[in-house]
């Protein structure tokens, strides 16, 4: 029988650990934080930005500051640069949750996921793409793709999204430099669908 979220949390909450954290060289802070006080449950989870399209930010700007899209996808940068060289989205053009996603969008999916993360190793000297969903803030379906520079070693991992607030942000001409990159190398392939792709 599964465990409910309120068996979850008695189970859990007086016996919070802090892993080694200062024996992991990718962790991006000095000493060992202590855990948070986890609070019970709620009686029903937090309501995600623009549920059901309500006051959605992604629908009202839509193709704005596109990098590229066709007539069901678009993908944007963050609207400023942060410690990263390149982080940007994929988002639907149509309002849907991730697990709403009809057939043809799943079937496009995959091969714009890759498509994506060649686009931002073509700026060169990118170690690695994250390619992340995860969906608690907005319900509109959007994927983060967040590259890390090559050979350093600490932003190997899952942490490099805290070193993205920890590092200082990169210069504006650099990262518009390598928006440029993905956003050429992005409406130089085909489109997925056969739509024209952006100018
Ligand atoms: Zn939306």
Known sequence: ?????EAFWERVHTSLATPPLDEWDTWPFVGLPEPR???????????????????CHQCAHDIDDALWYDDRW?????????GLPCVVLLHTRQHLDFHEL?????AQLGPLLVRVQRAIFA??????VHVLRIGDGSEHCHIWFQARPARIHQ???????????????????????????VRRELNKQHTVTGAPAAP
Request: charged share 25%; aromatic share 4%.
């Open 1 to 5: 029988m599964p465990e409910t979220p």
């Open 37 to 55: 006080e986890l609070a019970p449950p709620d009686k029903a989870d937090r309501p995600r930005h623009g549920e059901g399209g309500v006051g």
């Open 74 to 82: 678009v993908v944007k940068p963050l609207p400023r640069p942060s």
């Open 102 to 106: 009809p057939e043809d969008l799943q």
């Open 123 to 128: 700026i060169g000297d990118i170690g690695n």
């Open 155 to 181: 932003l190997q991992s899952g942490f490099v999204q805290i070193w993205d607030d920890v590092l200082p942000p990169v210069p504006e001409d650099v990262w518009r430099a390598n928006l440029e990159i």
